[in-house]
């Protein structure tokens, strides 16, 4: 019986005399993922983490051959060629980094090993899956790919052709054929010798699929060991601002968004994400120039120009040649390639193989013509010169949108298409085919008895329709349209007022629950001293003190947002670990965290206020003290400060202890929206359980040390324990609540896109497995770890309508505007 990963490693372990946890320090590979190996549960990322583990166990040359043979046959064992590690990654030589103009797309992969090109093998595998499960679930090749065909870009929008070739000014190398078709990508890439090239087309023209395809091609290369050892990695660039980030910070960002465990952190203080693309291993792609905002696209074209490096580009040609003209120059040692339109041979050879054989006068199917409800569509568009029907279904968005309404509804005829007087322009087929798509992909269906479908997935195309035109409209209408419908941005929809109130009532709630909570389980405790309230008065107490949290992190979320500049919080890309079991490797830098301590002893002061005038108030109400009175006023100011020490310190020492205990993600954690929401909840749910009992009693012992402190400087003061249970309770169970509520993505998630715009009617019930039927449905597309629409002439028409719905034109008297069309530019 061959041996397996884990019975191997499993022997090297225990003849190493180690335990599972002691692998996991000095291995700096979690002890689950151990387990995991050694109990041969599928596994991902196995070759450069194995590598590893043998490494820490000093396996011998033939346990290596032994190792490499269980993980699939690999012709090198892992680690063989490697120094044993000690667990870091080494910055990448300089000799290993090639120069951007002479390493060329096609350069021979590097012979030398090492943690940072392991890493960067793993982060190939994974963008592999992802683009093919991604690409299948779009029917590209279902039952062919359409004929996305191209010609080389026109003269004026690309650079000079010497330019982009690897070669001195005294060579003579003849200018590259760039024609093709859509598997010839990679190939024809591969004559770039500057890596650079720029793909155009018109909306709609398959220019994200012909991305998807290029980016496949160039890793079944590199798993050959062809080409060159960059990982190709799709970025929607229409999200870059480029006078607010740079181009290598701006990248470095979207791979940590998209791959969580890149954001560990290497001997030099970077993340790895950052040192991948310092050392040359990331090929970006660059799609969708066009929808960066019109005034910021000279910028971006500038600051693509000051550097070097390969890259690929996707726009639009009008918006390209706007920029072009704007910066006056083009993408400097780029290529060019223009996509062409579809004509009617296309059609006539796909659309007809994607719907059902129509059956013959007898009922029997038509075995000898293979007649389909288009053939006779097309027939008639070719003998009667459809023009109009051409020139609309010349793109593949249209033909996919086309096929969605006529192919996969057996109760539509396409021959419609060709009514003239309904469709007087090939304008009005596209606006057809777009309005026409969604109820054509929820069109009502019998319920089944073994439907597991969530609650919030709607079979209704109105309310679907309802809910995508509100999604729509939340991208659309800032300043800065975006593409990325982010899980943890849904809330931004909603006015900056409401989110700020939302925020303020539920932490009011979280911070009142909790003081009823503890007041009332500790009256049996604390006998009938006078100093006991009643449970009336609890009641009460936890209203004002509720009252006082809500304000409390009403005010600081207020305020975080606004210096921030930013309308939501990120998804956390770290865990809590034990001290000393991550090495440091994913804690914050001294900068990032002085701020975020900061606005931590804040908030903590602000609460010490807040619970000083609720004290004044219970005076007031339970024992009738007066208010305007100097002693009143002595006693308020004194209970601000005390509370102000009490609460500020302890939530700074607390959180700062939750800062010191973060570690990176695992290498395995998925970043698709529900992977990087469960990992968030669980994360959330860690730090809610560090959280509040140590708040809890971070506050009630602070109380003890700081009232013994100032005695006797600020007169006579007492801290009790039935002073210190409210209190404490408050600020440590309702605080963290009310913390997790308002300052995590997470908490935002279920207060903002759970709960409020469900119960205003925005969004359904369920609004994460409503996007995962949208994106099955193929109404939307993936991207990482956010959804997109399936194309932007989509989101562009769902927004329109709904701004048409809700009368924002006509309550401000304008008229709605046209829906842009697609350049019409002769192939």
């Known amino acids: 019986m061959a041996d397996t990963v884990g019975g191997l490693l499993r022997r090297l372990r225990k003849q190493a005399g180690l335990t599972q946890e002691e692998l996991e320090a000095r291995a700096k590979v979690s002890v689950s993922t151990i387990r995991r190996i050694e109990n041969d549960k599928p596994f991902d990322h196995r070759l450069g983490t194995v590598a590893s583990l043998a490494d820490v166990l000093g396996a011998s040359p033939e346990d290596r051959r032994r190792l490499a043979a269980a993980l699939g046959g690999a012709t090198d064992a892992p680690g063989a060629d490697r120094q044993p590690s000690d667990g870091t990654l080494p910055d990448m030589p300089a000799a290993q980094v090639p120069a951007a103009r002479s390493s060329g797309p096609a350069a021979p992969p590097d012979t030398a090993r090492g943690p940072l090109a ?14 093919q499960h991604e690409e299948a679930q779009r029917r590209v090749h279902h039952p062919f790919p359409l004929p996305v065909r191209w010609r080389q870009m026109p003269a004026g929008l690309a650079d000079h052709p010497e330019n982009s070739r690897s070669h001195t000014p005294a060579e003579a190398v003849p200018e590259a054929d760039m024609s093709g078709a859509l598997h010839e990508v990679a190939e024809v890439y591969g004559k770039v010798g500057s890596g650079r090239l720029v793909i155009l087309g018109r909306a709609g023209s398959g220019k994200s699929v012909l991305a998807i395809r290029f980016v496949l091609d160039l890793l079944d290369e590199r798993a050959r060991g062809q080409g060159s050892r960059r990982v190709p990695v799709i970025f929607g660039v229409g999200s870059w601002d480029p006078t607010a980030v740079g181009m290598r910070d701006w990248l470095v960002d979207g791979l940590l968004r998209d791959h969580p465990h890149l954001a560990r952190r290497v001997p030099s203080g970077k993340t790895l994400a950052a040192d991948l693309i310092d050392a040359g291993f990331i090929l970006p792609v660059l799609d969708g120039f066009d929808e960066i905002a019109e005034g910021l696209r000279r910028d971006a074209l500038d600051a693509l120009n000051r550097v070097s490096t390969p890259l690929v580009l996707t726009s639009r040609h009008g918006e390209f040649a706007q920029a072009v003209g704007a910066a006056h120059a083009p993408l400097a040692s780029a290529v060019g390639i223009e996509l062409g339109d579809l004509t009617l041979d296309d059609l006539r050879e796909y659309l007809p193989l994607t719907a059902p054989v129509l059956p013959d006068e007898a009922g029997q199917a038509d075995s000898g013509g293979s007649k389909t409800t288009w053939d006779a569509v097309l027939d008639e568009a070719r003998d009667a010169g459809g023009a109009h029907f051409a020139a609309a279904l010349s793109t593949p968005l249209m033909v996919a949108l086309a096929r969605t309404m006529y192919s996969d509804s057996p109760d539509r005829t396409p021959d419609e298409l060709l009514d003239t007087a309904l469709f007087p322009d090939a304008h009005a087929i596209e606006e057809h085919l777009l309005a026409g798509f969604l109820p054509a992909v929820y069109r009502r269906r019998a319920p089944e008895r073994l439907d597991d479908s969530p609650r919030g997935v709607p079979q209704d195309p109105g309310q679907a329709q309802k809910w995508l035109s509100h999604l729509a409209h939340h991208l659309v209408r800032f300043d800065h349209e975006r593409q990325d419908l982010a899980w943890w941005q849904l809330g931004d929809s909603l006015p900056w007022p409401t989110r700020v109130l939302a925020v303020a009532l539920a932490s009011a709630l979280c911070v009142a629950v909790s003081t009823w909570c503890a007041g009332l389980a500790a009256v049996p405790f604390l006998g009938s001293s006078p100093a006991v309230l009643t449970p009336a008065q609890v009641l009460v107490e936890g209203v004002l003190v509720g009252l006082a949290g809500g304000l409390a992190f009403g005010v600081t979320y207020a305020v975080v947002a606004a210096r921030s500049g930013s309308q939501s919080f990120e998804p956390t890309t770290v865990r809590l670990r034990l001290p000393g079991a991550s090495g440091g490797m994913g804690r914050r830098s001294l900068r990032e965290t002085s701020a975020y301590l900061g606005a931590v002893l804040a908030g903590g002061v602000v609460m010490g206020v807040g619970m ?188 329109r309508s709904y701004r048409e719905e809700h009368g924002e034109y006509r309550s401000a008297n304008l008229t709605p505007p046209p829906m842009t069309s697609p350049d019409r530019r002769a192939p």
């Open 612 to 799: 000083a005038l609720v004290t004044t108030l219970q005076y007031h109400l339970f024992f009738h003290a007066p208010l305007a009175t100097s002693p009143m006023l002595h006693v308020t100011l004194t209970n601000m400060l005390v509370y102000a020490l009490i609460f500020g310190p302890a939530a700074c020492l607390v959180f700062g202890l939750v800062v010191a205990l973060e570690a990176p993600l695992d290498v395995t954690t998925s970043a698709t929206p529900q992977g990087l929401l469960s990992s968030n909840r669980a994360t959330a749910g860690r730090r809610a359980l560090v959280l509040a009992p140590m708040l809890t009693l971070t506050v009630a012992l602070g109380g003890y040390v700081v009232v013994f402190l100032l005695h006797g400087a600020l007169g006579p003061l007492a801290w009790s324990l039935s002073d210190a249970l409210p209190i404490a309770a408050a600020g440590g169970l309702g605080g963290t609540a009310a913390y997790m509520l308002a300052f995590t993505a997470w908490g935002q998630w279920i207060l903002l896109a759970r709960i409020w715009l469900p119960l205003t009617g925005r969004l359904p019930r369920d609004t994460l497995a409503f996007l995962d039927d949208a994106y099955r449905r193929g109404v939307l597309r993936r991207r990482g770890a956010v959804h997109q629409f399936r194309h932007l002439r989509l989101q562009h028409h769902l927004a």
């Open 118 to 131: 392991e890493a960067a093998d793993e982060l190939a595998r994974e963008i592999r899956r992802r683009w």
